[in-house]
Every structure is written in structure tokens, then in C-alpha cells.
């Protein structure tokens, strides 16, 4: 079973940063790649960014150049530095971790609220 504990959200001023940061415990499992994903009020979750543990990344157009996702593979450990925070990044986000085999495992999510 794999646990994933997000944390790094809160509230934050419009143009401020925040950095998430999300652990992957558990026993039997292997990393194929770790993301963030959003959820705002009333909307379908969305894929935020995601990096494999080869070390590509995938961003979502807005956030393109203003978040950075990164990993440290000895902690099973990803994060995401939030830069020029808008009102519209106002969501919870969740961490995703994809192994190989079986369905992806979620976070319990975290609260990023932007104030304008």
C-alpha cells in the first residue's frame, strides 16, 4: 500500500509563492512518475504538472512558466514551486503518484488559496 502526505498549502497574496511538497511511503511499490493535479470549487480535477521519474515533465499551459515540479528520488519525494500566484490557482491539489502496473494513488490534498 502506498501513502502519499501532501503538504505546503495554505493562503498567499496574489503574486505570491507557495511550494507543495508531497512524500510517497509504503512498501511494494515503484515510482513511474509523480504529478499535481487541482481541483477549484465546482470544477473537474485537473492535471497541474507531472514529472517522471526519468525526469521529464509535463506542464499545463497556465501554469507554463510560473510552476516548477521537481523530485528528490532518494525521499520518494515531489514538490511544486508556485510562482506569480493568481486568484484563479485558488484549488485544493492533490499529488498522484503512477507505478507501473494497477491504478494511480492519491493524496489527500492540500488548500492553495490566492487572495487578490
Known amino acids: 500500500q502506498v501513502r502519499l502526505v501532501e503538504s505546503g498549502g495554505g493562503l498567499v497574496q496574489a503574486g505570491g509563492s507557495l511550494r507543495l511538497s508531497c512524500a510517497a511511503s509504503?512498501?511494494?511499490?515503484?515510482?513511474?512518475?509523480m504529478g499535481w493535479y487541482r481541483q477549484a470549487p465546482g470544477k473537474q480535477r485537473v492535471l497541474v504538472a507531472t514529472?517522471?521519474?526519468?525526469?521529464?515533465?509535463n506542464y499545463a499551459d497556465s501554469v507554463q512558466g510560473r510552476f516548477t515540479i521537481s523530485r528528490d528520488s532518494a525521499k520518494n519525494t515531489v514538490y511544486l514551486q508556485m510562482n506569480s500566484l493568481k486568484p484563479e490557482d485558488t484549488a485544493v491539489y492533490y499529488c498522484?503518484?503512477?507505478?507501473?502496473?494497477?491504478?494511480?494513488?492519491w493524496g489527500q490534498g492540500t488548500q492553495v488559496t490566492v487572495s487578490s
Open positions: 514529472m517522471s521519474w526519468g525526469g521529464s515533465t
Open positions: 498522484a503518484l503512477r507505478g507501473y502496473t494497477g491504478s494511480p494513488y
Open positions: 509504503g512498501s511494494g511499490f515503484s515510482i513511474n512518475a
